[in-house]
């Protein structure tokens, strides 16, 4: 099944304590991003990729950071959270290297930093 | 920089009603718009993609308009259902490859 899968599903942590988020697609998307979404707000980017080892800031980028070492994973990595990151994270994946196709979301990661 | 309208921000309407959402984007100069459909605490589900060469799609009992001069879409919805209930979200995308969310409209269809 084409999907984009995110681990975890929840996660609760501590200030200052690093983690991960995985993000991966098994439909051969050239573009990857990171949304997180606050009530209010709504959805905003953190990062994309538009290709393997190519990466570039979103809206709001502060405080994360992402690598895409394959074309099918895309974490995020938080290295110092903060409780202005608690948030529902989201990461999604189009065919088009400049995300001028349909996106597909992933089912979401919530977080909450203590 | 890019900003999104969603009118309205709620609606709730007895089944069988055909329904009328709006999204409003300052700046015309985009590839495409998306909408999406988002129930509680999940996913985004992809509904409708418009090219911005294109002036609607079409998807069952949904149908998206754009105008993109205008910098306006409308998302009808044919013969509400309980199960549409969800929130809508539009997104237009344009040349910095970062698509800008509208905040939604939360839609309820009662029985």
């Known amino acids: 099944e084409a999907q984009v899968t995110q681990n975890p599903r929840y996660l609760i942590t501590v200030t200052g304590k690093k983690l991960t988020v995985t993000c991966s697609q098994n439909?051969?998307?050239?573009?990857m991003s990171w949304y997180r979404q606050d009530p209010g707000l709504g959805l905003r980017q953190i990062y994309y990729s538009m290709n393997v080892e190519v990466t570039d800031k979103g809206d709001v980028p502060e405080g994360y950071k992402v690598s895409r070492k394959e074309k099918r994973n895309f974490p995020l990595i938080l290295e110092s959270p903060s409780p202005n990151q608690t948030s529902l994270y989201f990461c999604a994946s189009s065919p088009d290297r400049g995300g001028k196709d349909e996106q597909y979301f992933g089912p979401g990661t919530r977080l909450t930093v203590t | 920089k890019q900003e999104v309208t969603q009118i309205p921000a709620a609606l709730s309407v007895p089944e069988g009603e055909n329904l009328v959402l709006n999204c409003s984007f300052t700046?015309?100069?985009?590839?495409?718009l998306q909408w999406f459909r988002q129930d509680p605490g999940k996913g985004l589900t992809s509904l409708l993609l418009?090219?911005?060469?294109?002036r609607e799609q079409t998807s069952g009992r949904l149908n998206a308009s754009l105008d993109k001069s205008s910098g306006r879409s409308t998302l009808y919805i044919a013969a509400s259902q309980p199960g549409d209930s969800a929130t809508y979200l539009c997104a237009p995308k344009g040349g910095s490859y970062i698509p800008t969310f509208g905040r939604g409209t939360s839609l309820i269809v009662h029985p």
């Open positions: 700046d015309s100069a985009i590839y495409n």
């Open positions: 439909m051969n998307h050239e573009y």
């Open positions: 418009i090219q911005s060469s294109q």
